[in-house]
């Protein structure tokens, strides 16, 4: 077991966040390895991840006897690992682990009574997604090749009832769902993800046009570079009428804002009849936009921040506090934390609707262009 951990060299070229790239879209994994600095700026992405880090630290409060692999110290933190391995008295976070050629960092390894050991992964959701019960499959399958004995597994999530009582007393912010039936069986699909991408990364970027699964379920960020190179896109969807804008929503990436209306309405479900019946209406811009418009100052791209200044060029968002999706996902981490001021907040929730406002505003615009040259 601990002649597989010691394999984690730079060689390794699949991780869970791999696997999970690969599954949305084969090209994007063979970009992220072989060409990562065609990746595109996404400020948005950097905010969840560290709201990720922040749940992370702060649901390890749930086993407070627990010892963190040394992230500092790459070697320190493979020997504290398999130190752990050779005696797991205590909760492990954060350990390193490998087999087959796919590492792993558990959030949480807990030992049970019996001799078991009890996987938990921490998400900063607030509900179970689709893409979590791959990440705990894919640790659960590394682990218990490795001969640890995984009994329990569990997603641990936020608990969206929680009330803040203030004084860093966050008892009864997470919740733990069991997955461990399910882990045990779609535990076989593992290694066929693993031989499948192995493939696509020994062989020529894939030749695959962008589409919905581009921004499901995650936006992904070489998205510019391989719509930089489209051809001609299919008509899919082509609304005309002068009263389209009256009648549908109108947006500029389907996948995201669907889903975004469809977490919604988990949250809040006196609202959810009126947010499905929004779902139903939506309308993408994306595709109509490329099969419709063209402009040399786009320079190959239809990315949204590209085609707006050629449509509205009155439109200014750096006129405004909150000028990107990145700074509104980080002005909303600010608007919720304990240690926002009320005073603040007003601040904040002034500059997100007047962002919100100009993100509207664009969509119709863009909307009645297309219109006009229909």
Partial sequence: MLGHMTTITASIRLSKSKILSGLQCAKRLWLEINHPELRGDDPALE?????????????????????????S????????????VANPARPLFEGFF????????PDALVPQPDGSIDLYEVKSSTSVKDYHLTDVTVQAWVLRNLGLPIGRVFLTHLDNTFVYPGGGDYRGLFRHEELTGFVAAN???????VARFRSVLGGSEPAILTGTHCHTPFSCPF??????????????LLPRGGKLVEQLRVVYNAG??????????????????????????VVDLWPLTVISWYHPQMKGSWSLKKVLPTVASDLDYQANAVTHGG??????????????????RLEIADALREYCKLDTLAMVRLAHHLEAIA
């Fill in 187 to 193: 535990a076989w699909q593992v290694p066929e993800w």
């Fill in 73 to 84: 110290n790459y070697d320190r933190a493979l020997a504290m690992t398999a130190d752990w």
């Fill in 327 to 344: 700074e509104a996902a980080e002005a909303i981490a600010e608007y919720v934390h304990p240690m926002t001021s009320k005073a603040r």
């Fill in 223 to 236: 998205f510019e570079h391989c719509d930089g190179k489209q051809p001609e896109f299919p008509v899919g």
């Fill in 98 to 105: 490998a087999f087959d050629g796919v590492r792993i960092r």
């Fill in 47 to 71: 905010a969840r991840l560290q709201a990720g880090t922040d749940v992370g630290v702060i649901a390890r409060r749930e086993w407070p006897d627990g010892i963190l692999a040394d992230e």
């Fill in 256 to 281: 995201f804002e669907r889903r975004m209306l469809r977490e919604t309405a988990e949250h809040v479900p006196h609202l959810a009849k009126s947010l499905n019946l929004i779902s139903e209406r």
